[in-house]
């Protein structure tokens, strides 16, 4: 049985009916209720490269993915695709088969594909993705985690399969990133499923978004307030592609509402419903550990800017694939690191 049709039938089986029957056919199909589908897995999941399958493939009925974002299920309308995905969302008009299951109902999933990552193990996969070591000694002295909490999280990211063993256990023991794609994929998918960080949005009434975030920024340096730029305003700064931004993501330590009111006030804006600007609370406090800089603009990590732009829907979707690609060198096989 071919693996890729295998694992299109299992995410199909999760979104119908008990007593649906669900099978694979030869060459490149699935049966579904009787109903014959031309089936095509797409993974990694992005807009680049589901375009390049259906491009190669111009007769798929149905695409099959990890996670359909909204710019992935955009395109799959613009070509009358049908779609399901490894969350357990659908959408499929085929006929007399129709299966319509939302994309934010992540409740069904199957149990292995709900498997929820600790918030400390989100921490780990994000300093591993920003260029740290893989090794306890490292990510402790980078995230402020404990030795026994980098131990657990390096022994699950290598169960899972995002890490290697290179090295027998011991003193010289050494792992690397395995899948780094992979890893970056199910990061995303980790973080979307957290409860959103507080935040609130301020008013303002400027052109060149990039260069008064720094001035904001500027203040809260001044005042000893940590902070850093996400999404557009931050990939604009590493690789422009967005022409026109509207809004702006800025990360500061705070732990109440009142720590971004006092943000805000530091600043000297004010906050409005529906205001230009968003400041949100880090949504770990390793990330200020884990912040750049370049010139006096501070930037979030990057696996975060990316995330955050593909929250933004099909423009924000674009715009990360293009940021991904200054950072192909991080998924190079990665030399292994001593313990």
Known sequence: ??????????????????????????????????????????????????????????????????????GMQELLRQRAVNWVDETAAASVISGPLVIIRPSHDRSSASPEKAVRWAPALIVLAEAILEGRSPTVQSLAQTTGLAVGTCVKGLRTLETQGYLRAVQPR???????????????????????????????????SWRDLPREVGR???????????????????????????????????????????D?????????VSPLEGGRL????????????????TGEMCLAPWPRIYRDLRAEGVRGETAAEHFLQHYDSAFNPEEASHE
């Not at 010289?172 to 973080?191: D, H, I, K, N, W």
């Not at 022409?243 to 800025?250: A, D, E």
């Not at 968003?278 to 800089?293: E, I, K, V, Y």
């Open 1 to 70: 049985m071919n693996s890729d049709l295998a694992r299109c039938a299992a995410a199909v089986k999760a979104v119908v009916a008990d007593g649906v029957k669900v099978q694979v056919e030869q060459p490149g199909h699935l049966k579904i209720a009787g109903h014959l589908l031309l089936t095509l897995l797409v993974t990694p999941p992005s807009v680049k490269n589901l375009e390049a399958a259906l491009d190669s493939h111009p007769q798929t009925q149905l695409v099959v993915a990890p996670v359909i974002t909204p």
């Open 170 to 204: 011991g003193p010289r023991s050494a792992r690397a990133v395995a899948r780094p794609s992979g890893l970056l994929q199910e990061y995303v998918r980790q973080t979307s499923w957290r409860p959103d960080s507080i935040r609130i949005t301020v008013g303002v």
């Open 216 to 258: 904001l920024g500027l203040q809260w340096t001044r005042a000893g307030m940590p902070w850093a730029v996400s999404s557009g305003v931050a990939a604009h700064l590493v690789a422009a592609h967005l022409s026109n931004l509207t809004h702006g993501l800025v990360y500061v330590q705070a732990f109440a509402i009142t």
């Open 260 to 268: 971004l009111l006092n943000a805000a006030s530091t600043a000297r």
């Open 278 to 293: 968003t400041l949100a609370a880090f949504p770990h406090p390793a990330m200020a550990r884990l912040r750049s800089w």
